[in-house]
Structure formats: structure tokens, C-alpha cells
């Protein structure tokens, strides 16, 4: 058995989301249960590392490379650590024509980090994304994961980073 990269308190909210998504399917299905288990490792500890995606498919009786093809396909699970608020910004084509590419080299110049990688500080890291399915109000963008505003603006995108530097 592979080891768990959990603490117990992670552990047990781990393992309460995975039996809960596997009692919505048959037990020969357990592969449906697998994007609701990445989701929930993800949400305990912030990024889904080599051995999390093992012990992830060993819970599941899955291969470990089919876990990790399916982690790296949806650009919103992370395969290596993030800043505290981790800004996603779309570059896809709607997004892009709006001024997708210049608000995400003003975020990156602004939180001193380039793409794909961690402030110096740890609070922020900076993502492209293809696309927040919001190309009717693009561009678009969200932090950790929860829609921050639709619409974007440098000046909009200033006052987010102001904001999520007040509050650390």
C-alpha cells in the first residue's frame, strides 16, 4: 500500500469525500469516483504531488499513470505547489482579444512572479489557463479556484492583488 500523504485530520475529511462519491456508483465503477478524489486531495493539501496521485489510485484500484494522464489533462488541478492565492488568468482566444495576455504580464510584473511559478514572498503565483468558461464577460479570471471577477481590468486587476495583499 502506498502511504497516505495525509495528517489524520486531512485523512479523515479525505475519507469521507471519497466514500461519499463512491456510494453514488457501482463499487466495479470506482473509476467515476476519481475526479471528486483529485478535487479532494487537492482541496487538503493544495496540490496534487506524484505520491498524492499514487495514493489516490491505489485508493481507487486504478493505475497510477492513468490518475496522473487524467490530473494533468484539466488545467484546474495542480501538479506542483502554489502561492498562497494562486491567480488564473485566461488567455484563450475570447479572453486573449480582450486584453487577456497584457493583464496577465501586468499581474505577473505586479506579484513578482512569472508564470507557473511563486513570489519570493510565497502569497502569490500566477497561471494562464485555456479557458473559465466565461468567454461572454471575458476576460476572465479566478483565485484558488473561485471566480474573482468576470470583465477584467487593469484597473480591476490592481485593486484584487491590493486587496489580496491587505488581507495576506
Not at 488541478?77 to 486573449?96: D, E, M, Y
Not at 503565483?125 to 466565461?134: I, K
Not at 461572454?136 to 471566480?147: E, I, K, L
Request: hydrophobic fraction near 40%; charge should be negative.
Amino acid at each position: 500500500m502506498v502511504a497516505s500523504p495525509f495528517n489524520p485530520e486531512q485523512q479523515a475529511r479525505f475519507d469521507a469525500e471519497l466514500e461519499a462519491a463512491l456510494a453514488r456508483f457501482p463499487p466495479e465503477r470506482s473509476q467515476a469516483a476519481l475526479l471528486p478524489a483529485l478535487h479532494a486531495a487537492q482541496r487538503e493539501l493544495g496540490w496534487l504531488s506524484t505520491e498524492t496521485l499514487s495514493y489516490v489510485a491505489t485508493r481507487l484500484k486504478l493505475w497510477s499513470t492513468r490518475v496522473r494522464e487524467v490530473a494533468a489533462f484539466y488545467t484546474l488541478f495542480r501538479l506542483k505547489p502554489v502561492g498562497t492565492n494562486h491567480l488564473q488568468i485566461c488567455t484563450n482566444l475570447s479572453c486573449a482579444l480582450l486584453g487577456g495576455e497584457k493583464l496577465l504580464e501586468q499581474a505577473c510584473t505586479r506579484v513578482g512572479a512569472r508564470p507557473h511559478e511563486i513570489s519570493a514572498d510565497g502569497k502569490f503565483s500566477v497561471e494562464p489557463v485555456s479557458c473559465l468558461a466565461s468567454c461572454g464577460t471575458a476576460p476572465a479570471m479566478q483565485v484558488n479556484d473561485r471566480y474573482f471577477d468576470e470583465k477584467l481590468t487593469p484597473e480591476k486587476l490592481d485593486a484584487i492583488i491590493s486587496e489580496l495583499e491587505r488581507v495576506g
